[in-house]
């Protein structure tokens, strides 16, 4: 649903109108986001027709939190935003449910923040494992940016929760920022997926004047439809289909373009390099 993140701003679009839209727009089945949640109460059921009615399965349930912070007890808010996940992908039937691991801010060394990413992260592991749940650890951030960040991370946390419920969530374009090839880090962490972001970035345009992503280097990069971007999907396919992996793609799209013209191309792409 992040893809319709400016509709949903604007009043255009509400959840059980993204999982309508997500059917006309060809997908096989919708990623939902507690971050879009209004009053959960009065949404689930409205959701819940929705699906019925386009008969679209919610195979991903996702979440944001962040475990870089010095507060005890702001950390085990932030594990708690994850068990709720947890809960609220079982009543939706999602067996995958994505996760942040945070980024270092002012006061907080890289190690410090590694640390407790490392503490709470396994102790979701072990909510999820219960709960017959799978974590999907995004690249997002300085600290989870690079696939062998996130590799270490997955390493760690499985070493010290005893469980193997975290696995990774590679964002094909989140990997640009951090100036890493996304094919070649998605090499890295396919062995561990759950689920994958199939996102496209374009190195962005002279004169540009709308809002950019800016890459560690410096570099800017604005969002595009799937397949018409710079991103060497062909190859993050290939790659991890080499790893064995057969789960769900989730189409994202952070481009200017509206996104009900752009995310039913971006579907129509992205079967493109499946086939």
């Known amino acids: 649903m992040w893809s319709y993140f400016h509709a949903w701003k604007a ?9 309508r839209e997500a059917k006309r727009a060809g997908a096989d089945g919708v990623e939902l986001l507690d971050f879009f949640y209004k009053d959960a109460d009065t949404e689930r059921p409205l959701i819940r027709e929705a699906l019925e009615e386009t008969g679209l399965p919610v195979p991903i349930f996702s979440v944001g939190q ?17 068990r709720r996940g947890v809960d609220e992908a079982g009543l939706f039937g999602a067996g995958v449910i994505r996760v942040f691991a945070g980024d270092v801010a002012e006061g907080i060394t890289f190690d410090q923040a590694r640390g407790w990413i490392v503490e709470g992260l396994a102790e979701a592991s072990k909510y999820a494992a219960q709960h017959g749940k799978k974590l999907a650890l995004e690249n997002h951030g300085s600290l989870a940016g690079r696939g062998d960040q996130v590799l270490g991370l997955i390493q760690d946390v499985r070493s010290l929760s005893g469980v193997d419920a975290l696995g ?25 997926a759950n689920m994958v972001h199939f996102k496209d970035f374009v190195r962005e345009p002279e004169g540009h004047e709308g809002f950019a992503y800016q890459a560690l280097d410096g570099s800017r990069f604005v969002g595009t439809a799937v397949g018409e971007g710079q991103v060497d999907l062909g190859q993050c396919i290939a790659n991890l289909k080499n790893a064995g992996f057969d789960g769900w793609l989730s189409v994202e799209y952070e481009g200017e373009e509206d996104p009900f013209t752009a995310v039913p191309r971006s579907i129509q792409n992205a079967r493109r390099f499946l086939d």
Not at 66 to 74: L, M, Q, S, V, Y
Not at 171 to 183: E, K, M, R
């Open 11 to 19: 009043g255009k679009l509400d959840i059980p109108g993204f999982v």
């Open 168 to 192: 990774a969530n590679p964002d094909t374009g989140n990997f640009i920022l951090v100036n890493q090839a996304s094919h070649e880090a998605v090499a890295q962490v396919a062995p561990y």
């Open 66 to 82: 962040n475990f870089a912070k010095t507060d005890p007890a702001a950390r085990e808010a932030e594990l708690q935003k994850i």
